[in-house]
């Protein structure tokens, strides 16, 4: 290091130590934080995400699937979803032309179709023909639905946002249909779906029902203080 640049290396590591800035430095990929127990893992993907099926038309009109995890709820009013895919995949391109899609949520019966589904492009194969699966044409959109799934989602799309890597499409839910076994008497949902593990690369099944939602923290809310 040159001479003259030491005093301005000297005060930078001073003003560095003294704001803080170096714990944060030093919370590397691989280090453990001593102030919270916790290990960082790096900016990476990593917690577990739905493995949903993403159904749409090409020009000609075949239908096409393909697995995402990139997804998830993003509105309520609207009710809307969104969708991360890379411009290389099929769906990609049939979603620009067709601006509909829909989300074909598996049960645990069709994991190897869900699986197969991201394997393959819909540019090269009929992956419906080689699954045996059946595409419905959507009622709501322009895009299929499998029969075979329990749940589906007929999305339009509203919004197109460029991530980086993926674009996320944002989805307006035009309907929701669902098998009549997959529904209550209150015409609820019942819990159904797979979810991925990014990091093992591992299909994992909804688990047991664990308690109420805006129910169960009321215990801390009506704490006397
Ligand atoms: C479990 C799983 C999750 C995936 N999630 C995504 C995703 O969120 N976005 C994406 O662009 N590709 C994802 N893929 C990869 C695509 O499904 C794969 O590139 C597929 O071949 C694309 O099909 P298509 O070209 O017919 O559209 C995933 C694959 C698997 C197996």
Known sequence: MKK???PIFILGSLLINTIGLADETNLMKGKENMKDNKISLGAEVKPMAPAWVI?????AGK??????AWVGICC????????????????HTNIMERKAFTVNIPSKNYMKETDYFGLVS???????????LTPIKGEKVDAPYLK?????MECKVINIIEAGSHTMFIG???????????????????????????????????GEQLGKAFTTGKEILNKKK
């Open 4 to 6: 003259s640049l030491m």
């Open 63 to 68: 239908a096409n699937m393909m697995t995402a």
């Open 76 to 91: 309520s009013k609207p009710p809307c979803v969104s969708i991360a895919l890379r411009k290389a995949t099929y769906t």
């Open 148 to 152: 075979e799934f329990p749940v589906a």
């Open 122 to 132: 819909g540019r090269n194969v009929d992956k419906l023909s080689a699954t045996g």
């Open 55 to 59: 159904g749409s038309y090409d020009k």
């Open 172 to 206: 307006e839910i035009m309907d929701v249909k669902a098998d009549k076994s997959m529904v209550d008497e209150n015409n609820s949902l019942l819990p159904c779906g797979l979810l991925f593990n990014p990091t093992t690369r591992d299909y994992y099944g909804v």
